[in-house]
């Protein structure tokens, strides 16, 4: 089945600084992969999503990158702000009766003032 | 309403109790997942029901026993729960099973099992 690694498991950036977040895959049938970011106490709320046939989408200060050949993917943010400070997962979908997301074990952002 | 809702936000229940949790969502969604989220792990699918027909049972042991009465509404039934079993227990809807649809998760019920 599915296998989502991601890295690096705890980032602590200066308000300002960019922060990068990489998930890689390991089924080659993943079409989907979305990024999902969680505060605490919160629900997981989608924050930005790329699909296989597309290699770069931004949306503001954050951006996914695609690489299908390596089976890895990116998030990043730009200008990060305190309220940045949060979970951040990644995960992978297959479609068809495969369609459930399978996650990363999240990235906890810290943003200092 | 672009929203899903849980009830109840927080439950304790002791080992011998039987309670059921409730998630409901009114966007025409035909997809709809039950997750166990623990403290700093990410939510670990339970179930999935396409079309109120359960497509997907993640080996969750039978103390716990999905339900989804109609397009909207999915309920989750637990009976002889373990202390380990507690949790954040999130729902979520999509448009379809099928990859590329978001997820929208709903605010989760706080379980605690004594």
């Known amino acids: 089945g599915e296998n989502v690694e991601q890295h690096p498991s705890t980032l602590s950036v200066q308000e300002g600084d960019s922060a990068v977040i990489k998930c890689t895959y390991s089924?080659?049938?993943?079409?989907?992969f979305p990024w999902y970011k969680q505060e605490l106490g919160k629900r997981p709320q989608l924050i930005i999503d790329?699909?296989?046939?597309?290699g770069e989408k931004k949306d503001q200060r954050i951006a996914v990158t695609l690489n299908k050949t390596a089976k890895h993917f990116s998030l990043h943010i730009t200008e990060t702000q305190p309220e940045d400070s949060a979970v951040y997962f990644c995960?992978?979908?297959?479609?068809?009766?495969?369609?459930?997301?399978?996650f990363g074990k999240g990235t906890k952002l810290s943003v200092k003032p | 309403d672009t929203e899903v809702t849980q009830t109840p936000k927080h439950l304790v229940m002791g080992m011998t109790n039987k309670k059921s949790l409730k998630c409901e969502q009114h966007?025409?969604?035909?997809?709809m997942y039950w997750y166990k989220q623990k403290a700093k792990k990410p939510p670990e699918l339970m179930f999935v029901?396409?079309?109120?027909?359960?497509?997907i049972n993640e080996s969750v042991p039978s103390r716990f026993s999905p339900e989804c009465p109609n397009s909207s509404l999915l309920n989750l039934h637990l009976h002889a729960l373990q202390p380990e079993d507690s949790a954040l227990y999130l729902c979520?809807?999509?448009?379809?099973?099928?990859?590329?649809?978001?997820?929208?998760f709903g605010p989760g019920t706080r379980l605690t099992v004594l």
């Open positions: 979520a809807s999509s448009h379809q099973l099928a990859g590329g649809y978001e997820q929208f």
């Open positions: 089924d080659s049938a993943s079409n989907y």
């Open positions: 790329i699909r296989s046939n597309v």
């Open positions: 995960a992978a979908s297959m479609g068809g009766s495969q369609g459930n997301l399978i």
């Open positions: 966007m025409g969604h035909r997809a």
């Open positions: 029901y396409s079309y109120e027909k359960l497509s």
